[in-house]
């Protein structure tokens, strides 16, 4: 059962039909004949989607057998900004960061504070929020903006489903379970950390 008061609905289509009272996404799902899963816990609020969920086990099952040979990861990548970032280097960061939750991969966005800057920090609060509403067709922000020593940040976990990765370990796809009012709650997959952002030569970075 979710206890939740208001969560976020997406429909069987993967059209985003905003934040809604719990109950009304309940009766919405029964209208259309589908149960409401809880795709996203840990969202504020929670992300739920309309699925059959027969047919949704069934295919827990099939990308479970599938990940002996495949491997479904999601990858965490990183952003990086400054409070001072120009328009261009701005509407970059968010197109990167589009391509990556489009890959079904969470994102790290962080401003990095400089010297007095630091007594500006609802500039980075609201650079934080921008980019947020920029991409909110791609992806839910999981925790609101922190500040943590000069930096400040969001997470960011994609609405898309994940590529599919050849490689030699498999990642098992989360777990759901049905409860009693016709919905089912899905355990966020893990993810191993892979900022974008390394030293030395490889990858471009997106940082500053």
Known sequence: MIRIPAV??????????GVMPTLDALRLAQERGYDLVEVAPTASPPVTRLLDYGQYKYELAKREK???????????KEVRLTPKIGQG???????????FLEDGDRIKVAVQFRGRELTHP????????????????HGVVERAPLLEG?????????????QQREAGAGERPPAAKASPAGTAEAAPATAPAAA?????????????
């Open 196 to 208: 974008i952002e390394e030293a030395g030569p490889g990858p471009a970075s997106t940082g500053e």
């Open 150 to 162: 000069k930096s400040m940040h969001i997470t960011i976990a994609s609405t898309h489903k994940p």
């Open 122 to 137: 609802h500039l980075g609060r609201e650079l934080l929020n921008r980019f947020a509403d920029l991409v909110k067709d």
């Open 89 to 99: 280097d701005f509407d970059t960061k968010v197109r990167r960061a589009i391509e």
């Open 66 to 76: 599938e990940a002996k040979r495949k491997q479904r990861s999601v990858t965490f």
């Open 8 to 17: 976020r609905v997406i429909d069987e289509e993967g059209t985003q039909l």
